[in-house]
């Protein structure tokens, strides 16, 4: 970080100087200036002299106070890039020494559940005396381009009967296909628990741990026994599966083969009920999404629970909860879905906040210099309405000591978690603050250091930053109210 510090203070300063030049031409132009009225009124000239000579210590004590305002504004800049360009480095890298969890949008498909059935074709040809002589030379197979392909997959049988009809032949093949015939599920009870990592807590991108249970039940419809085959498929963008569990009428089932999802089949009696649970976990981010058909299909009974601690937004012309559960104070929310007898094509598409560790670590440095600049005119009302002399160098440590600690929190990101890294520079700032203004600047102080941490929470910070600038207006507004026209002090403090 030292090397990238330097780099980035390297390019700093050659900004710093392509302001400098139109500066020093800006006060050679002044001087100029003032010679010219000189030469032309020299009463006037020794006045302007006499008044700069008498305060020309405190102009550069308040110049002083203004470069250390600048510095800090620099050193923070140095330090947000550095940053950047650290956390840049560690995305685009081969390997990490960190986990880095490979996390998308999570969209689960309900199952589909077919009894298997046959039914049977028949084909019939009549065949002329020509077109027969070549199939007793090459074989059925020339009458191909007009039958099925006898060696299709779900054909289970397969006829052919030849009989005279006159001088021609006819030709009947039966063919037995076996079919699948979707059953309808009686009630499907699903719910996910999403748990999200935010930024903040360490992650390079927020992410949720979710937690999936889907309890569904179906009956053979017919009045034979049939064999009944039950596809779950696996979730698309949830990377691995924890703890898959499968359980059918309360027996553990694990299928060999999971190229088309875990599919259970098996022969079950005539108006038999079968109950199938699953459950497992995963970590996704973004979203996640219930598939409930491709097409327009009945919906007997459907529940669907979402319990999530982030505020969640909907596709548009998706399905809208029929309930929302929010805790008081942005706490955990439970929503909820139900369908009766429902005919839909619909599906359920949450949506969620998304950040990265870059972006809140950049919008927390962003927000610093102008922190600080406003912090130096809040500073400034404060001792004015509070009767609180304020000399320009120890307005100036005041600075630099909030900008130093400031500069550490973000430095110490590279180190620990940034909550922690960031709170600790926040403490910093807010003491070394202290030491050189004094407890009685303590609420402004305050405020200072609050408002760049606000940006750690990701999705609130313009609710805090508001609730910051209304707390600041209500503190000078009573000061105001307090030491207003007429009302002054007994015994004005001593200037330090």
């Not at 059918?248 to 649970?277: F, H, I, M």
């Not at 929010?326 to 619909?346: D, M, S, Y």
């Not at 507004?477 to 207003?484: A, C, F, H, T, Y």
Request: no cysteine; aromatic share 8%; glycine share 10%.
């Amino acid at each position: 970080m030292v090397q990238t510090a330097l780099q980035v203070l390297s390019l700093a300063l050659r900004d710093v100087l392509d302001v400098a030049f139109p500066l020093a031409l800006l006060l050679a132009a002044i001087f100029v200036a003032l010679l010219l009225v000189g030469l032309l009124d020299r009463d006037r000239f020794r006045r302007v002299l006499g008044s700069l000579s008498a305060n020309a210590a405190q102009v550069g004590r308040w110049a002083l106070a203004l470069l250390a305002l600048g510095a800090g504004v620099l050193l923070l800049d140095i330090v947000r890039r550095s940053v950047d360009l650290q956390l840049s480095g560690q995305q685009s890298a081969r390997y990490t020494n960190t986990a880095d969890p490979n996390t998308s949008q999570t969209v689960q498909q309900a199952p589909t559940i077919t009894y298997l059935n046959e039914r049977t074709y028949t084909r019939t040809l009549t065949l002329p005396p020509a077109l027969l002589r070549r199939v007793g030379e090459d074989g059925v197979q020339v009458l191909s381009p007009y039958l099925q392909d006898p060696s299709a997959d779900n054909i289970v049988r397969l006829r052919d009967q030849f009989t005279r009809s006159g001088q021609d032949v006819v030709f009947t093949r039966e063919a037995t296909l076996q079919t699948q015939e979707y059953i309808v599920l009686d009630s499907s009870k699903v719910s996910a628990d999403l748990k999200f990592v935010d930024t903040a807590g360490g992650g390079r991108q927020s992410y949720y741990n979710a937690a999936f249970q889907g309890t569904y039940s179906f009956k053979n419809p017919l009045n034979t026994p049939a064999t009944i085959r039950f596809a779950f498929p696996l979730p698309n963008g949830s990377g691995t599966l924890q703890g898959f569990s499968m359980t059918v009428n309360g027996q553990p089932y694990s299928a060999a083969d999971l190229s088309g999802g875990s599919v259970w089949e098996g022969s079950v009696d005539a108006g038999a009920a079968v109950t199938v649970a699953v459950t497992y976990r995963h970590q996704g981010s973004r979203g996640w999404s219930y598939d409930l058909s491709q097409r327009r299909e009945p919906v007997k009974s459907f529940d669907l629970t979402i319990r999530a601690d982030q505020n969640a937004k909907f596709e548009r012309y998706s399905l809208f909860p029929t309930s929302i559960e929010r805790a008081a104070f942005g706490g955990p929310q439970t929503l909820h879905w139900q369908l009766q007898n429902a005919i839909t094509a619909q599906n359920v598409a949450v949506v969620f906040e998304q950040g990265s560790l870059r972006e809140t670590l950049s919008k927390v440095a962003h927000f610093a210099p102008i922190s600080l600049a406003l912090g130096a005119w809040l500073l400034l009302l404060w001792g004015n309405l509070n009767r609180l002399p304020l000399p320009p160098l120890r307005l100036a440590l005041g600075l630099l000591g909030v900008s130093l600690g400031l500069s550490f929190g973000g430095i110490l990101t590279g180190y620990v978690l940034p909550v922690p890294a960031e709170l600790l520079g926040g403490v910093l700032a807010l003491g070394l603050g202290l030491l050189a203004l004094g407890r009685r600047y303590l609420e402004p102080l305050l405020l200072i250091v609050l408002a760049p941490l606000t940006f750690l929470s990701v999705g609130n910070a313009g609710l805090l930053l508001g609730l910051l600038a209304v707390a600041a207006l209500l503190l000078l507004l009573l000061r105001w109210g307090r030491s207003g026209p007429g009302r002054q002090e007994a015994t004005p403090p001593a200037q330090v």
